[in-house]
């Protein structure tokens, strides 16, 4: 278990060889920021963007949470969406969910009135929406199945939110994307949802305008 003292040893390591390497470069990105990707994930400590995807300081714009929801209710997860997309001009949005997430199978198991309970009861809504799949498969199939699930829910509650909604609406470039790690091999996986206009994701969920 390494101590604060570790740490900072380890901090003052990396900086140094950064600056040995590249003399500017601190003052470059202190000057301002200019991610690719808002990058949606989960807080466990197994799933960081950073060591994932090997992208340099300065790539990723990071909002992580338990079970890596959107909660359209959460003034956070509202105040990143808009932040990236309004101010920083973020052109993808990565939501990543995991296999083997403990929020989802916190979400499986418990329905208390803890914190976290109540922070997971939007993927046991998921859950109830797809009982009828979720019920057919064996307890590890359905943990991961609804970690799936959970990703969907979620990039459809950020294309379906006004701040994107509108983004597009003046042309702005805005990719949805979700994505899934896998925790045993390292690897992270397209689910095959993407989606870049108002129209190609009105046109996959029957979205009728009003
Ligand atoms: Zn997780």
């Known amino acids: 278990m390494p101590s604060i003292r570790d740490m900072l040893s380890a901090n003052k390591k990396w900086a140094d060889e950064i600056n040995d390497r590249d003399p500017g470069f601190f003052a470059r990105v202190s000057a301002k920021q200019t991610p690719e990707v808002l990058w949606i994930g989960c807080s466990d400590s197994r799933v960081g963007p950073d060591q994932l995807v090997s ?3 300065g790539s990723i714009f990071v909002h992580r949470n338990i079970g890596n929801l959107f909660a359209t209710n959460d003034l956070n997860c509202l105040a990143v969406l808009e932040f990236a997309i309004d101010e920083l001009k973020v052109p993808n949005v990565v939501v990543t969910g995991h296999y083997g997430c403990g929020g989802v199978y916190a979400a499986l198991k418990h329905s208390g009135i803890q914190p976290v309970d109540l ?3 939007q993927i046991r809504f998921i859950y109830h929406r797809h009982a009828a799949e979720l019920e057919e498969l064996n307890e590890e199939q359905r943990w991961n199945r609804l970690a799936e699930l959970n990703v969907e829910a979620q990039v459809h509650n950020i294309c379906r939110n006004t701040i994107v909604r ?3 609406k003046r042309g702005q470039e805005v990719n949805v994307i979700g994505l899934i790690y896998d925790i045993h091999d390292g690897r992270l996986l397209q ?20």
């Open 119 to 121: 922070w997971l009861d």
């Open 166 to 168: 509108e983004a597009w």
């Open 55 to 57: 992208m340099p300081i």
């Open 191 to 210: 689910m095959g949802l993407e989606f870049s206009s108002l129209e190609a994701w009105e046109a996959c969920y029957g979205v009728k305008r009003l």
